[in-house]
């Protein structure tokens, strides 16, 4: 069964401190894998997307790295601000078309000051 | 660009009502998706369109109809309101780059049935 988990559900953390977010997938078969941030009331926005042949891409303080052979996938923000505070999204792409994607639940994140 | 756009912003139905969810995008896309969001669910998908004319089925499209009449629009249709019909909806578009496909969504409507 195609399924996408992450962990944790949520999470609190210090303004200017990292964290990372995981994400663990059974989709197959695998054509890319993204990263959305979705603030409360409003829809998700793409933060990267990865193809079977990349292990990390960035976009500003965010990192996603991505392990195809174990199917796991990270997001590390880097010194945290206030802003970051959203829920996170993996999305598992099984194909190059775009009605065949596999959501994930979400990581809430809090940034407190 | 004002991007995707959905109306309204919320709604609220009783039970055995109809309505038309709003959804337009203004960047020229061919592809467009409508998606519901629930608690402790992720988005699924409930019809997609990929071009003027051509609509299909998503995960659960159970009570829901779509129409692409032109690139910019793709209204959902509620034909007889249900409680589980409550939920959060997303319409999306995207374009393909580099093989893969940018997927931009709106705000959401949120809506309840009661």
């Known amino acids: 069964k195609n399924q996408v988990e992450q962990s944790p559900q949520s999470l609190i953390i210090l303004e200017g401190k990292n964290c990372t977010l995981q994400c663990n997938y059974t989709v197959s078969p695998f054509s890319n894998l993204r990263w959305y941030k979705q603030d409360t009331g409003r829809g998700p926005v793409s933060l990267t997307i990865m193809t079977f042949s990349e292990n990390t891409k960035s976009n500003g303080r965010y990192t996603a790295t991505l392990d195809a052979d174990t199917k796991q996938s990270s997001l590390h923000i880097t010194a945290s601000q206030l802003s970051d505070s959203a829920s996170y999204i993996c999305v598992v792409s099984a194909s190059r078309s775009a009605n065949n994607l596999f959501f994930g639940t979400g990581t809430r994140l809090t940034v407190i000051p | 660009n004002a991007g995707v756009t959905q109306t309204p912003k919320f709604q609220v139905l009783k039970t055995g009502q109809s309505m038309t969810l709003q959804c337009a995008q203004d960047m020229n896309h061919e592809y467009m998706s409508w998606y519901r969001q629930d608690p402790g669910m992720g988005l699924r998908l409930i019809h997609y369109?990929?071009?003027?004319?051509?609509?299909d089925q998503g995960e659960v499209p159970n009570g829901y109809n779509v129409s692409r009449s032109t690139t910019e629009d793709f209204p959902l249709r509620l034909l007889s309101a249900a409680p589980s019909q409550t939920s959060v909806y997303f319409c999306?578009?995207?374009?393909?780059?580099?093989?893969?496909?940018?997927?931009?969504f709106g705000p959401g409507t949120r809506l309840t049935v009661t």
């Open positions: 999306a578009s995207s374009y393909r780059v580099q093989g893969l496909y940018e997927q931009y």
């Open positions: 369109s990929v071009g003027a004319g051509i609509t």
